[in-house]
């Protein structure tokens, strides 16, 4: 699944970050499954970091309250993966899209025959500030 969001400023990214893993999808794949990964209770901070690395990447674990009520939401025991790629930089210094991967395993859905890994993917044009790129180009 793929939502674009060009702006964000009108939600806060823990409020993001929380409706967009309570909506987890039904994809099985993810991006790094056997990669160091940073505890942080907000994704912005893997954005960040990912618009800092040489290869675009960043890779955590979503830890705090929101993990906390998503694993209990969806009665899933393990930890919630982020990873955080750039796919294009832009003019503007320290901007560029990214695509966000939350992912989980051991996920109930309801009406599920079984637990599965469940995931969203969503792109967003992100800068270091917080703020999105005042051009795309």
Request: with cysteine.
């Amino acid at each position: 699944m793929n939502i674009h969001a060009p702006t964000t400023r009108h939600l806060s990214l823990s409020h993001m970050t929380l409706s967009i893993a309570l909506s987890l999808s039904h994809s099985l794949c993810a991006w790094a499954t056997d990669v160091p990964r940073l505890p942080v209770t907000d994704a912005s901070i893997l954005m960040r970091q990912a618009l800092q690395a040489n290869d675009g990447k960043a890779n955590g674990v979503l830890t705090g309250e929101s993990a906390d009520a998503i694993s209990r939401r969806f009665q899933a025991q393990s930890p919630i993966n982020i990873d955080v790629r750039t796919e294009r930089r832009y003019a503007q210094s320290g901007c560029a899209r990214l695509q966000v991967m939350f992912w989980q395993d051991g996920v109930w859905l309801p009406d599920a025959d079984r637990a599965r890994r469940q995931s969203i993917e969503f792109g967003i044009d992100y800068c270091l500030s917080g703020e999105p790129p005042t051009s795309l180009h």
